[in-house]
């Protein structure tokens, strides 16, 4: 049996209170937490679940967030995604942002695993009215290296999009052995992660400049500096790109640059997810 789930996200700003607040609502095995206020009433910490703990053949998750002027939603996850085995069917996680005039937003999903044999598609949509902003993530795994069971068959699609601004979409799949292990490919990395900051309106010279600055200082002081970069390849965007053995040094140096570009972007202290230290 397969699962077809839903979660409308809603954030607004509550001005009474000065307080940034979610709504939403579901359908299937998709919900968040109850809200958390770690770093006061200004940002909205929310914690997105999926029970059933991964997707097989068949599965689509639909999530849309969509943040109004003056809100600032942080969401994360408990935990890993995992696309698993699939006999045939596309397991398909489909997410839309759409932020309004002055609204912020971090999208910080821990890592997607792909099993091995898995037949996956992630697709990320980001619309970003003039003066709204988002720092986001995507990082994907191939296979349990840890557990000795490689990403030997299969195949992953990834699609990151902000409409007239930036694509990027790429397809993995397993039996390509050139790009999984060639030089011009993953070069026999099984973790590949990109962090993205996108703005509704182009980001002023002096701003991007400073912003890709702590990014390659922090990649330069990284074990990954032969395989991290950063460009900025539209003026509305900056990206760090990063390939690793295995996900825990990728997401160190990611977590590293998101709390610099938190402090030099918006003069904000980076306060992690509670979730992210149990």
């Known amino acids: 049996?397969?699962?077809?789930?839903?979660?409308?996200?809603?954030?607004?700003?509550?001005?009474a209170r000065q307080r940034s607040i979610a709504r939403f609502s579901h359908s299937g095995p998709l919900r968040i937490l109850q809200s958390l206020y770690p770093?006061?009433?200004?940002?909205?910490?929310?914690?997105?679940?999926?029970?059933p703990g991964g997707l097989v053949g068949g599965d689509t998750l639909d999530i849309t967030v969509r943040a109004e002027g003056g809100s600032h939603g942080l969401i994360t996850t408990p935990g890993a995604s995992r696309f698993y085995r699939s006999e045939g069917e596309l397991a398909l996680q489909r997410t839309r942002v759409t932020l309004e005039a002055g609204a912020r937003l971090e999208w910080l999903p821990l890592e997607a695993i792909c099993y091995n044999a898995c037949r996956a598609e992630n697709r990320l949509c980001i619309e970003a009215a003039p003066g709204a902003e988002l720092i986001g993530w995507d990082v994907a795994?191939?296979?349990?290296?840890?557990?000795?069971?490689?990403?030997?068959?299969?195949?992953?699609?990834?699609?990151?999009?902000?409409?007239?601004?930036?694509?990027?979409?790429?397809?993995?799949?397993?039996?390509?052995?050139?790009?999984?292990?060639?030089?011009?490919?993953?070069?026999?990395?099984?973790c590949l992660a990109s962090l993205f900051f996108v703005a509704g309106s182009p980001i002023a010279r002096a701003r991007r400049e400073a912003a890709l600055e702590l990014a390659?200082?922090?990649?330069?002081a990284s074990s990954l500096e032969a395989s991290a970069g950063a460009t900025s390849p539209h003026d509305e965007v900056?990206?760090?790109?990063?390939?690793?053995?295995?996900?825990?040094?990728?997401?160190?140096?990611?977590?590293?640059?998101?709390?610099?570009?938190?402090?030099?972007?918006?003069?904000?202290?980076?306060?992690?997810?509670?979730?992210?230290?149990?």
């Open 216 to 220: 390659r200082g922090l990649c330069e």
């Open 1 to 15: 049996m397969s699962w077809h789930a839903r979660l409308d996200l809603h954030y607004q700003r509550d001005e």
């Open 141 to 190: 795994a191939l296979g349990l290296p840890g557990a000795d069971q490689p990403f030997e068959r299969g195949s992953l699609l990834q699609h990151i999009e902000v409409p007239g601004v930036w694509l990027e979409r790429g397809r993995i799949d397993a039996a390509d052995a050139r790009l999984m292990n060639g030089p011009l490919g993953l070069a026999g990395q099984r």
């Open 238 to 278: 900056i990206v760090l790109r990063v390939l690793a053995p295995v996900v825990e040094p990728a997401m160190q140096l990611l977590r590293q640059v998101w709390r610099a570009w938190r402090g030099e972007l918006w003069q904000m202290n980076a306060t992690p997810p509670r979730i992210w230290a149990m």
């Open 39 to 51: 770093e006061g009433d200004a940002v909205c910490h929310n914690v997105l679940i999926h029970p």
